[in-house]
């Protein structure tokens, strides 16, 4: 990989970068930090095809890009599920966290079990993507304030709340007011409410 021993300008020199991506994708992790930002630099390393079946996990399992934040969180942009192959220490990383659930509440299905039991992280998540609930801890997901900001968000989340949660009456109110359909996730009891019933 040339690119490797080129200078700090020619590492920042987008066509040089995009050329050595196109005759070795993992070139990608000796380019600048701010060419790792940009979408179009990491998409020419995914879409490079040295061979049949090339995709984001054989890129990111080849090479340190999985360990490398600013490549990852473009990835993240382009498509959520490549947090899967960020390294552990991404995963368990606050702050790298925190900034790929500003971007999609999804990635909390990847995160760390310390990201997932974090309550403020969790709460970011669920604001953003209110379908995030379900890779929430068990007491999280009992938790009244995540439940409601996941049901506001998207209504359907109810399904993933603790019974004791789908038993509440001003969460499945949230969440039938998010979405109609959510009351047929809410406890039996409550689904026989009249005042909800009318209101989904």
């Given at each position: 990989m040339a690119l490797q021993f080129a200078s700090a300008s020619q590492r920042n020199n987008v066509?040089?970068?995009?050329?050595?991506?196109?005759?070795?994708?993992?070139?990608?992790?000796?380019?600048?930090?701010?060419?790792?930002?940009?979408?179009d630099v990491v998409r020419s390393a995914v879409q490079s095809t040295p061979f049949d079946g090339w995709d984001w996990a054989s890129l990111f399992s080849l090479c340190k890009l999985?360990?490398?934040?600013?490549?990852?969180?473009?990835?993240?942009?382009?498509?959520?599920?490549?947090l899967e192959f960020a390294a552990e220490e991404l995963k368990a990383d606050r702050v790298f966290m925190k900034a790929a659930l500003r971007s999609n509440g999804l990635v909390l299905k990847y995160a760390s079990s310390d990201v997932q039991e974090n309550y403020e992280l969790v709460l970011m998540a669920v604001g953003q993507n209110g379908l995030s609930l379900q890779?929430?801890?068990?007491?999280?997901?009992?938790?009244?304030?995540?439940?409601?900001?996941?049901?506001?968000?998207?209504?359907?989340?109810?399904?993933?709340?603790?019974?004791?949660?789908?038993?509440?009456?001003?969460?499945?109110?949230?969440?039938?007011?998010?979405?109609?359909?959510?009351?047929k996730f809410a406890s039996s009891e409550l689904k026989r409410d009249r005042g909800l019933v009318s209101s989904a």
């Open positions: 066509h040089v970068v995009l050329a050595a991506i196109a005759q070795e994708p993992r070139a990608l992790q000796f380019a600048s930090r701010d060419l790792k930002k940009q979408p999985r360990e490398d934040p600013d490549v990852m969180l473009t990835a993240l942009g382009l498509n959520w599920r490549v890779f929430a801890t068990q007491k999280l997901q009992a938790d009244a304030r995540i439940v409601r900001a996941a049901v506001r968000q998207n209504g359907l989340s109810l399904q993933y709340a603790a019974p004791l949660m789908r038993g509440s009456h001003a969460v499945v109110l949230d969440a039938i007011i998010e979405n109609g359909a959510a009351l």
